[in-house]
């Protein structure tokens, strides 16, 4: 397996535009996470999908931010509209399940609002 | 919300000695990880833990867990330039979800 792949690696956008970030976990994960990561606020839950489900989204932070699992190998986080605030690294993350067993990071979507 | 903290924020080593980090963290938990993060990358992971475990090893790295005092620990011995990055610990939380605080930055120089 590829391991978590996420797309794009980097994204320049301006304020305003919508900006969607995607992720294809590992094979056979049932379990699937959205970090963003700043040097302010370090890494930071957005939300937790298990078996495509969302289990928990307090952590995204706006209404701005919304996240979809339409299947087990494909997810997305999408911002609209963007603002500079949401410059920072993005990462998806899947297990086997949950955080009983070991994540597997993607290499992230660096993300630059201007 | 950040469930771990990791202590010191910041350690500077000579090449050869030994590193050790430090996490404590709020409620109660089943599993405790650590991961490490090269700059620019995505976290890797190191070592698991759960609840009813006091010590593990993996090659140069042995993690500690004491949960009456809610805290964990992550040695490396006989460190290495390439061991330079930074490292977190991860807890399980209420809800199946995998938190993690805020890393130290471990800077090996050869």
């Known amino acids: 397996d590829a391991g978590v792949i996420q797309s794009p690696r980097h994204e320049v956008t301006e304020m305003g535009q919508e900006v969607t970030l995607r992720c294809k976990p590992i094979?056979?994960?049932?379990?699937l996470f959205w970090y963003r990561q700043t040097m302010m606020r370090g890494l930071e839950l957005l939300i937790y999908?298990?078996?495509?489900?969302?289990?928990?989204d307090s952590g995204m932070p706006e209404d701005r931010f919304s996240a979809k699992m339409p299947n087990a190998s494909f997810s997305t986080l999408k911002i609209q509209p963007s603002e500079p605030r949401d410059s920072a690294v993005y990462f998806c993350?899947?297990?086997?399940?949950?955080?009983?067993?070991?994540?597997?990071f993607g290499q992230g979507t660096r993300l630059t609002v201007v | 919300s950040q469930q771990g903290e990791e202590d010191p924020q910041a350690l500077s080593i000579q090449e050869g000695e030994n590193a050790t980090m430090n996490c404590s963290y709020k409620?109660?938990?089943?599993?405790l990880q650590w991961y490490r993060q090269n700059s620019g990358r995505g976290l890797v992971h190191l070592i698991l833990?759960?609840?009813?475990?006091r010590e593990k090893h993996s090659g140069r790295l042995r993690v500690t867990l004491d949960t009456s005092k809610k805290s964990s620990s992550l040695l490396i011995t006989a460190s290495r330039a390439a061991d330079t990055a930074s490292y977190f610990c991860?807890?399980?939380?209420?809800?199946?979800?995998?938190?993690f605080g805020g890393g130290t930055r471990l800077m090996v120089k050869p």
């Open positions: 993350a899947s297990s086997l399940e949950g955080a009983g067993t070991e994540a597997f």
């Open positions: 094979s056979g994960h049932n379990s």
């Open positions: 999908f298990n078996n495509n489900v969302p289990i928990d």
């Open positions: 409620t109660s938990i089943n599993n």
């Open positions: 833990i759960r609840s009813n475990e």
């Open positions: 991860a807890t399980d939380n209420a809800g199946n979800m995998l938190t």
